[in-house]
């Protein structure tokens, strides 16, 4: 893709005669009108609608617009009403009281009530369902519904994840579903939903169209309709884009710095957006194995990187460095927490600590073996690149590394699965939910199992079963924000990066929030609109 | 045979580690290694390797070439109807259509314009026409097709507008009558099926520019000459005809080649054809789709090579008579 891309740049210098034709369009409309419609992009097919069991992400960017769940993230990742108005948690924490809000839905008219919620839940939790992320879900022990507007929960334990998992499980008809195979049923591809946008059609392998539901939980959408087209390849994207076909696409860091300010004209009409992306990139050292063992080593190497370079080298500046597994600038992340900063000095004074001697050709030895190990990561052009920056800087202190890229179902089974790795760069996201259980607990480190770091801190782990059964944020953030801190000084991975999340939008589109809240620009989607002057030669097929 | 192939097929597939549990979305702290045990159980992955292939013969037998593990149990080869009717249609079936379309578009202009270019070639051989043609067709050959793709695309698309960019249809185009819905198809596949094209002209009108020089040789033409026909004749009617023998086979040989899509050109054009479909269950592994795909290629490859020699035979008397004898 990258090469793809490069040439574009170069087709742009290349061909240097412009379009005459160019409409002149006044942007600055902006009469709040209904109607409209909204063309977007997206790389890959959604493989069903039904969100707990698709799992890939155009699917559930899809889904999440036509149906609901019972409750939401606000646009600063605080809970909000969706299906259910309000919710309570009982003294001993450990039953949940959801409120449905009276005289909801489905977009065929149909009332949705709380044995639409009852069913889904029983539905996840049936282990006859196809679903990844079932366990959750088991762990309530009784659910009931006393009457047509209340779902009451009750856990064994209190779980203190317990919102966030049902901010994520989208309610289903239980009025079509009931007698349907959920592996099977036709209903991935033709659902009825509760949310503002409700399936129009959907042409295989070219585009989703939405049109907009009046009877949605959160009301009606101003735009009329949605169409995601299906373009694989990003620089089709950006081309249609240029064409003025599509209105909005996600945009890699060379298009958002070099390419859109170089196409003055383009630049004109369209908005770019920046937010804090969902996940981070970090080096993870494989603690089973020497020299990871040794805290200072892992400590050195963390010193040895020079994280600003990284992100300006790979993400052209567009990214943030972190300090802790949340998101910037929510609250669970601990602000008194910095960065490890680069300092090859400070890197090798901790390695002499750990018994490290500079032999006669520059390398690091200790007890007659150099220092040296392998990367892996999978094919990822910018984690590849992190690992090349990565490479060289441990070379300036004497370290050898060798770096190789797996394709990702190998890179799964055969090196992260077995543990038969040095160190990898990969990804995580920044989760909503502080709990980062099965990522950090030394119980988790079986084969498939989430901790393949092998990191283990008794601390550590009682922090984490803490922070799983305190639901009172106050006290919850504390127990995170210590666990931030054991995790950064123990630097069983080394944090390179939060990317931003790029997207560029065409400026008839209307109503985005700039700057991008927490939640990102997308979350108040519903609240987009395009005044009458700045539409399409709309295409209306009623 | 085709059990054979099927057989070496399967065992390749799952040589390749992973399955469909271990994709890049399911690399997910929030989906638990039970469940994704479960799932395995539930596709029978957790199987050894001879007892799936049993299973999946089984079904085979049936025609049932089963349900794609990806997408949500769509029936990997044609339409299923489930109890209220609801009709879900087959990967395949979606598949199949378009890129056949443009394959055999492709092909028909592949070999209509290199039999015309290395007819020429041939008849004016080593003029400054033939080494134009050569240079050209060799051009197109080495040019990659992506990076061709995209200059065209700016050029047309961005630049001036004259075809769409990518896509197989226009947004509002069913309110197109129905020739409108079929000028609209075309305009969308100019550019994917010129490009795919390109890389196959080189060959081929090689191919007719040698055998034409090869034909213009021997004697008949010679006498032919001598008889006073006129030089059309000789070139049109006898030559021709000689020369172009080869290419059934290769028309033969080209069947299998007309279900398999090129994956950049599909994505570039974001047309939803063969070779998304297989390099996606590959990266996936699918592996009900991938078998699926691999059989009907394999099928094909044996038709393929029947055709060939049954044309082949009646095309040209000589072989026929050998049969005989």
């Known amino acids: 893709m990258k090469q793809i891309f490069l040439l574009i740049l170069l087709l742009i210098f290349l061909i240097s005669c412009s379009n005459n034709n160019s409409e002149v369009i006044d942007y600055k409309d902006n009469n709040l009108s209904n109607g409209g419609v909204l063309i977007n992009a997206m790389s890959a097919e959604p493989s069903n609608l039904i969100s707990m069991i698709a799992g890939d992400s155009a699917s559930s960017a899809i889904a999440s617009k036509i149906f609901n769940s019972l409750i939401r993230y606000d646009e600063n990742l605080n809970f909000t009403s969706d299906i259910a108005e309000s919710w309570k948690i009982s003294k001993n924490q450990k039953t949940i009281t959801f409120k449905i809000k009276k005289g909801l839905e489905w977009s065929d008219g149909v009332p949705l009530t709380s044995a639409d919620v009852y069913f889904t839940w029983k539905l996840i939790t049936n282990p006859n369902t196809r679903t990844p992320y079932g366990a959750d879900y088991t762990l309530v022990s009784e659910a009931k519904i006393p009457d047509e507007h209340t779902f009451i929960v009750t856990y064994d334990q209190n779980y203190a994840p317990a919102l966030d998992t049902w901010a994520s499980l989208e309610i289903l008809p239980k009025h079509i579903l009931e007698n349907e195979d959920i592996n099977s049923t036709f209903f991935s ?8 946008y409700k399936l129009g059609d959907w042409i295989s392998g070219q585009q ?19 169409t995601s087209r299906i373009i694989p390849d990003t620089s089709s994207q950006f081309l249609e884009l240029s064409a003025g076909n599509i209105d909005l696409m996600n945009i890699n860091p060379i298009q958002f710095k070099r390419v859109f300010p170089a196409k003055p004209k383009l630049k004109r009409r369209t908005e770019l957006y920046k937010e804090m992306g969902n996940g981070y990139t970090y080096l993870g050292f494989n603690l089973n194995k020497k020299p990871f063992d040794d805290k200072r080593v892992r400590q050195a190497i963390n010193y040895a990187i020079n994280k600003e370079e990284v992100i300006k080298g790979v993400l052209l500046g567009l990214g943030e460095p972190i300090s802790s597994p949340y998101k910037p600038g929510t609250r669970w992340n601990n602000p008194s927490l910095k960065p490890y900063a680069y300092s090859p000095k400070k890197a ?25 190990f392998e990367i892996i990561t999978n094919q990822n052009k910018q984690r590849e690149m992190t690992a090349v920056l990565i490479q060289r800087r441990l070379k300036e202190i004497g370290i050898k590394v060798s770096i190789r890229v797996i394709e990702w179902a190998s890179f799964v089974n055969r090196f992260i699965k077995t543990g038969n790795f040095d160190v990898v760069v990969l990804g995580w996201s920044l989760s909503l939910d502080p709990d980062q259980y099965n990522i950090w607990h030394s119980s988790q480190q079986g084969p498939g199992q989430f901790n393949f770091v092998g990191y283990h801190n008794e601390k550590v782990d009682l922090l984490l ?60 989607s519903y609240n987009w609109y395009i005044p009458k002057s700045l539409r399409r030669n709309e295409f209306t097929d009623k | 045979m085709l059990i054979g192939i099927s057989l070496i ?4 597939m ?31 992955l957790d199987k050894p390797v001879i007892i799936q292939y049993g299973l999946w013969l089984k079904r085979m037998v049936k025609l049932d070439f089963g349900n794609s593990f990806a997408s949500h149990q769509r029936p990997v080869l044609w339409e299923k109807k489930d109890n209220n009717g609801n009709v879900i249609k087959g990967l395949i079936q979606e598949s199949l259509p378009i890129t056949l379309l443009i394959n055999l578009i492709g092909i028909f202009l592949i070999f209509s314009i290199s039999i015309i270019l290395g007819t020429i070639s041939a008849v ?13 067709i060799f051009v197109a050959f080495a040019i990659p097709g992506f990076w061709l793709a995209l200059l065209l695309m700016y050029w047309t698309g961005v630049l001036n507008q004259w075809l769409p960019i990518s896509g197989l249809h226009s947004l509002d185009y069913k309110n197109f009558s129905e020739i409108g819905q079929f000028l ?83 994505s570039i054009f974001a047309i939803p054809g063969m070779g998304k479909l297989f390099y996606d269950s590959v990266l996936m592994r699918d592996f009900p789709v991938i078998m699926g795909i691999l059989t009907i290629g394999s099928v094909l490859t044996l038709l393929g090579t029947l055709i060939a020699d049954i044309g082949y035979a009646w095309a040209d008397p000589r072989i026929r008579k050998g049969l005989v004898k």
């Open chain 1, 208 to 226: 989703v169209n939405l049109i907009k539901s009046d009877n949605g939980v959160l009301g009606a959408p101003h735009i009329d309709k949605l």
């Open chain 1, 189 to 196: 591809r033709k659902p009825i939903g509760s949310n503002y």
């Open chain 2, 184 to 266: 609209d198809l075309l305009k969308h596949l100019i550019l994917p099926v010129s490009i795919s094209m390109l890389s196959g002209l080189a060959g081929i009108s090689l191919y007719v520019r040698n055998g034409m020089l090869d034909v213009l040789h021997q004697d008949f033409i010679t006498t032919a000459r001598s008889k006073g026909l006129e030089e059309k004749t000789i070139i049109f009617t006898h030559a021709l005809k000689n020369a172009i023998l080869p290419l059934i086979t290769i028309i033969g040989l080209s069947i299998p080649g007309l279900i398999g899509g090129s994956v950049i050109t599909e």
């Open chain 1, 465 to 524: 079963e803490k922070g799983r059964r305190e639901l009172d944020l106050d006290k919850r953030e504390k127990i995170y924000h210590e666990f931030s801190k054991h995790l950064l000084e123990d630097s069983p991975i080394v944090y390179l990066y939060a990317g931003y999340g790029l997207t560029a939008v065409n400026k008839r589109i209307k109503g985005i929030k700039m700057p991008a809240p927490p939640a990102g620009i997308y979350h108040n």
């Open chain 1, 348 to 372: 090798l004074s901790l390695l002499k600590e750990a018994g490290y001697k500079m032999s006669g050709n520059n390398f690091l030895v200790k007890e007659g073996k150099a220092l040296e």
């Open chain 2, 9 to 12: 097929s399967f065992f390749i």
């Open chain 2, 124 to 136: 004016k051989q080593n003029s400054i026409v033939d080494r134009s043609i050569t240079f050209f």
């Open chain 2, 14 to 44: 799952h040589l390749a580690p992973g399955d469909i549990t271990s994709s890049e979305a399911s690399f997910n702290p929030k989906a638990s290694e039970e469940s994704r045990q479960k799932l395995r159980e539930l596709y029978n």
